[in-house]
């Protein structure tokens, strides 16, 4: 499903001024299946973007259509379908749950959605070097090592766009790569796209349209 | 894993007076409303004769024994009383002016025989229905009701011959007789006591058999009215009373006095309950304080799982099992406690001869269920209202 803004302004940045091809206070269309950075420096709204479309702030002038529903039309059920089958997240503060294991972790999101077995997560967690941190608190683990959880996490629901804020501001280029490379193949598997925003440019991995905000 | 992620930062003292609090609010409504309702039906089914219903009689002194005053009343008396506002029934109580004997004809107990009186008295006047308070002349039953004191004395003598005491109910299922007599001739009937009486003397049978035994065994000489029912209007005995004292009549008080107690004690009661109902309104307060204060120190865990996708609903009815399987737990464990108290007081009551129904008011259970009911509604709305606060 395609995302479209339409004159679309958060209100704490409605006292700035905005480049022309900014994404706010502008109308446009991410395509489903796009891959699409957000670059901004701190302050300019990229967490906003994506609190924005995730529905947890809903202070803005503007349309976001999702599909063919504005989001500021969802209703509860709306909001939990969309979270659960649409559009899946990694915040910028990974929103783990420090005082459970790892696996536990991911199991909060699977045991909802049922979307991997157990062994897949197991796999998973091996790809991006957790095998031995399994059943490890999760408070216990560097934020290195949490950003690669919550991306794991975010990867267990069918989704067809996948935000993530910031996901690799504490990883190595090889760790982000294997990341991202994950990312891909999921999205792949599901025809999804992904948002990413980064305070600098990446050159890392490639994307279909860049953003400035 | 959801339990285990929202159901932390508990505090186990708060929590633990909060469920104390309802505990013992809950076992002193119990306790209060059990007794509330059964000393309001202490005294219903033991007396025959209505709740409001007095025999009065002129006061009998030195004059009246030496014939110069009449402790008779006059057709005139009589309808100044039932002129009163206060009075809703009178009639004249009829004794009996030929011989009564009554004695037991049942195969399983002794022959035991004696000379009694009969007053006769309308089924108006009893707590009884009038189907069960007739006879008529060919019925080979007579149904009578009777004194307490006498069943009291009949097993007096069932002690005294080695044969087990016999129960109020018990009594109503054995074969008694009562012979009517005068000099020339005699006819039995068999009698059914269908119920006792703490306020009459003598037995009591319906108007109509009264009538059959003057006509056919009575003397000839015209009767004097001695006594008079009458049944008061509802809580109106105080009048009464006075006006039977301005009068020099005089009453047995038993019913008065019973009306009096237990008007004092259900009040005494009603102030329990009372105090108990504010008693278990403010502990389910506390509990349900102590719900918001846990949902709002697990604000952070409830926001990050809406955000997994989790619905609101999903995660308040976590809180709400939860609680409401503790508020179940202290329901139960009360209940418990009060069976047990029940016995207690029962037994101490009946120790002190105050014999109150033993049963469960239906009432008690009632307020039980009301209790869980108002507590799992305001649970549900506060759990729903602070999780949706979040999403």
Request: proline letters at 2%; one cysteine or more.
């Amino acid at each position: 499903m395609n995302i479209q803004f339409n004159q679309v302004l958060p209100v704490p940045l409605s006292s700035m001024s905005h480049v022309r091809d900014s994404l706010w206070n502008t109308s446009s269309v991410f395509n489903q299946g796009q891959k699409i950075m957000i670059e901004a420096q701190s302050g300019r709204g990229k967490s906003t973007l994506i609190h924005l479309l995730f529905g947890v702030r809903k202070d803005y002038h503007g349309e976001i259509t999702f599909g063919r529903k504005k989001l500021s039309e969802f209703n509860e059920s709306d909001w939990v379908d969309y979270r659960q089958h649409h559009v899946s997240i990694v915040f910028q503060d990974l929103q783990l749950f420090p005082f459970i294991t790892v696996l536990e972790n991911l199991k909060v999101k699977n045991n909802l959605t049922k979307h991997f077995t157990d062994d897949q997560l197991i796999e998973m967690l091996g790809r991006l070097g957790l095998l031995d941190k399994l059943h490890v608190l999760c408070g216990q683990l560097s934020m290195g090592q949490q950003q690669r959880v919550a991306i794991i996490r975010a990867l267990c629901q069918p989704f067809t766009w996948m935000l993530l804020d910031e996901p690799f501001s504490h990883l190595d280029e090889i760790n982000a790569s294997k990341c991202m490379e994950l990312i891909n193949e999921e999205c792949e598997k599901h025809s999804a796209g992904w948002i990413i925003t980064s305070l600098g440019l990446q050159t890392t991995f490639s994307y279909d349209k860049l953003i400035h905000i | 894993m959801l339990q285990k992620i929202v159901l932390r930062n508990q505090s186990k003292t708060q929590l633990v007076i909060a469920l104390l609090g309802a505990f013992l609010g809950v076992l002193f409504l119990l306790v209060s409303v059990q007794y509330f309702f059964k000393v309001n039906q202490f005294g219903k089914g033991s007396e025959m004769l209505g709740p409001n219903t007095l025999i009065i009689q002129k006061k009998v002194s030195s004059s009246t024994t030496l014939q110069l005053a009449s402790t008779s009343f006059t057709q005139h008396e009589i309808s100044v009383i039932e002129n009163k506002t206060f009075i809703q029934e009178i009639q004249p109580i009829l004794s009996n002016n030929f011989g009564v004997e009554f004695a037991t004809s049942d195969p399983m107990l002794p022959y035991f025989r004696s000379d009694v009186f009969i007053q006769s008295v309308d089924s108006r006047f009893l707590d009884i229905k009038s189907s069960q308070w007739r006879w008529k002349e060919g019925d080979e039953i007579v149904p009578i009701i009777l004194p307490r004191d006498f069943l009291v004395m009949l097993n007096t003598f069932m002690s005294s011959s080695g044969i087990p005491q016999i129960s109020d109910e018990l009594a109503k299922d054995v074969k008694f007789s009562l012979l009517l007599s005068n000099e020339k001739t005699k006819k039995q009937f068999r009698a059914k006591i269908i119920g006792f009486t703490n306020e009459v003397s003598s037995i009591l049978v319906p108007e109509s058999f009264m009538c059959f035994g003057k006509v056919s065994f009575g003397s000839k000489v015209t009767e004097k009215i001695t006594q008079l029912m009458l049944s008061s209007k509802e809580k109106e005995f105080g009048l009464v009373e006075k006006f039977l004292d301005e009068q020099h009549y005089e009453s047995k008080n038993a019913q008065l006095v019973t009306g009096r107690l237990k008007s004092v004690v259900s009040m005494l009661l009603l102030v329990i309950v009372f105090i108990s109902l504010l008693t278990l309104i403010f502990s389910s307060f506390v509990l349900i304080q102590y719900i918001q204060l846990l949902i709002s120190r697990n604000v952070y865990e409830i926001r990050t799982l809406l955000r997994l996708g989790y619905a609101p609903r999903k995660l308040y009815f976590v809180f709400l099992l939860y609680f409401v399987l503790l508020y179940g737990g202290i329901c139960f464990l009360a209940s418990l406690v009060f069976i047990i108290l029940k016995s207690r007081i029962d037994e101490k009551l009946h120790n002190s001869g105050i014999y109150i129904a033993l049963d469960y008011s239906k009432m008690t259970w009632a307020t039980l269920g009301i209790s869980f009911v108002l507590f799992y509604v305001t649970a549900l709305v506060s759990t729903k209202r602070s999780v949706m606060n979040e999403f």
